[in-house]
């Protein structure tokens, strides 16, 4: 089996793998890359195969950070079966249109400005009819029950407790007359969670991929998620301002809501207090919700049979249009909005922010993980001024961040799930993470659980061979974003001659000891790469 690791390879987001065995070429996830610049180019990339050669992919769960270059892919010639859940093929036919709809706006916005410059036109990464013809593509699978998708390769669903139809997925084949098995966890869930059902335990695989966003820390107690909600309703409602919430539209939207059911419930809500869910994609995706109530936890299934259904919120109210969105801000007074994109890179959430932003008494809440060079990672930040829509906008608002409703699993729940795999001999390789969230969260797994464990990069290429120790195929360097070391240090004192007299003497020394210099130089890469997209 060979793997190439296509995304969620120090970051968290592009989730996408390439494998190849049994004479079969195919994909599990197939994700968009978000945050900076330079990590979105690579979203027009497709190294290291080509779309027509895959025979088939398998979609762990509908977040646009695992499927959202499904239909690039699909332009570029793909044809084969995609196969998801069902809640998850429901939800990818919003996000996937959504998303389309977004690249066609984003490339026609560009071409306005290209055609004032004399620029190059640019086409969208991909279109609505991409989005609607892999949206033919898919097949809905099952969970616990094990199918082929080509002969020698058994697939298995099971349920990974992080969104509505989400799984982690288990892959065997045979190799050298061997049967050997790969675990995908995909994005793992949490125990106890609100809407969805505690991540299912797994027979010990031979590797397992497992995700490490949270890897260097846990979450807050849950439990105080509610009172922290109600303390930035009550700080904006005293004020008479707006409580803005950027959310994902899939999943944390709806667990926001069911809060507020919780909160209403208490008496902790007010009832003159509007709650606005502004996002249609968030709308759409609580019908799909509400379609599937037999993937809802017991306590969902439980609430909605005594006919308190928690999406039925009575001040709740839906804003479909772009005028009843404008509405919301041209409004006085206090109102809880929710609006995506939950890491406000994108969508209305944007305008919301740059309406309340720079009010005092405005309240801000961040209810999920913040990628690298986004706007909500500068403002749970800290950052004082913020550019939204080329315009500068003051940070006057109280900035919340509640982590009770990360739909992640946190370090000691990704641990706990780890510890019923009983075999010391399963090989980990660790995705879907930042490099200090992997390196610790690796060095527990090997002084806990004995674990041999890889930290995967991006494009690094990996042959897996029964009983041998795990080694890439190429120098994963190779794909990172460059810095310019040149320019940024010639002028700087000497540093930069310092940098290459010390690679000189590097090279002279021990294999391990040039190994541990350039880890530390492509970290001080990662590193200015970052700094260099807050610029």
Not at 334 to 344: E, H, L
Request: glycine fraction near 8%; include cysteine; aromatic fraction near 8%.
């Amino acid at each position: 089996m060979k793997i190439t690791f296509l995304g969620a390879a120090g970051t968290v987001t592009g989730s996408s793998y390439l494998l190849e065995c049994c004479g079969t070429k195919f994909m599990l996830d197939c994700g968009l890359f978000q945050g900076n610049s330079e990590m979105e180019k690579r979203n027009f990339r497709t190294p290291s195969y080509d779309p027509k050669d895959l025979d088939f992919i398998l979609i762990t769960h509908a977040h646009i950070d695992h499927t959202g270059l499904l239909p690039r892919l699909v332009q570029k010639g793909f044809s084969g079966p995609i196969y998801a859940s069902e809640p998850t093929l429901d939800l990818m036919e919003i996000m996937l249109l959504d998303s389309a709809h977004i690249q066609e706006m984003e490339a026609e916005w560009a071409n306005r400005k290209t055609k004032r410059t004399g620029g190059k036109m640019v086409n969208p990464l991909y279109t609505s009819i991409d989005a609607e013809s892999t949206l033919s593509l898919i097949r809905p699978v099952t969970y616990e029950k094990t199918f082929e998708p080509v002969q020698g390769v058994r697939v298995t669903y099971r349920d990974a407790g992080h969104i509505l139809g989400s799984a982690f997925i288990r892959i065997e084949y045979e190799e050298d007359g061997k049967t050997l098995s790969m675990l995908f966890s995909g994005d793992l869930g949490r125990p106890d969670q609100l809407i969805v059902n505690n991540p299912s335990i797994a027979k010990t695989p031979d590797y397992l991929f497992l995700e490490s966003t949270y890897g260097n820390r846990d979450h807050k107690d849950e439990s105080n998620s509610l009172d922290e909600l109600a303390n930035a309703i009550d700080y904006a409602y005293s004020h008479g301002e707006k409580v803005v919430i950027p959310a994902f539209a899939v999943e944390r939207s709806q667990q926001i809501i069911y809060t507020l059911h919780l909160l209403a419930s208490q008496g902790r809500l007010p009832a003159d207090m509007p709650v606005y869910l502004d996002s249609p994609m968030a709308i759409r995706a609580t019908e799909v919700f509400k379609k599937h109530p037999g993937y809802a936890d017991k306590a969902m299934q439980d609430l909605i049979a005594k006919g308190e259904n928690p999406f039925d919120l009575p001040n709740l109210r839906y804003t479909l249009s772009t005028e009843d969105s404008k509405a919301i801000n041209e409004t006085p007074g206090a109102a809880v909005v929710i609006s995506a994109s939950g890491m406000c890179n994108a969508g209305r959430i944007k305008h919301h922010l740059r309406h309340n932003l720079w009010r005092p008494g405005a309240a801000v809440v961040f209810v999920g993980y913040q990628a690298m060079g986004t706007l909500g990672r500068k403002l749970v930040g800290g950052s004082g001024m913020v550019r939204i829509f080329g315009e500068e906008v003051a940070v006057a608002a109280k900035i919340f961040t509640i982590g009770g409703f990360s739909g992640h699993a946190g370090q000691k729940e990704i641990l706990d799930w780890v510890s019923h795999f009983k075999d010391t001999r399963m090989k980990v390789f660790l995705v879907h993470g930042e490099p200090k969230a992997q390196r610790v969260l690796s060095g527990l797994l090997k002084e806990k659980f004995d674990l041999a464990v890889h930290i995967a990069d991006y494009l690094e290429e990996v042959v897996l061979e029964p009983d041998a120790i795990i080694e890439s195929t190429q120098h994963p360097e190779l794909a990172r974003p460059g810095v310019d070391w040149g320019f940024l240090l010639k002028d700087s004192g000497g540093l930069y001659e310092e940098l290459i007299r010390r690679v000189e003497r590097v090279k002279g020394r021990s294999w391990e000891e040039q190994v541990d210099f350039r880890d530390r130089l492509l970290e001080v890469n990662r590193l200015m790469v970052a700094l260099i997209s807050e610029m």
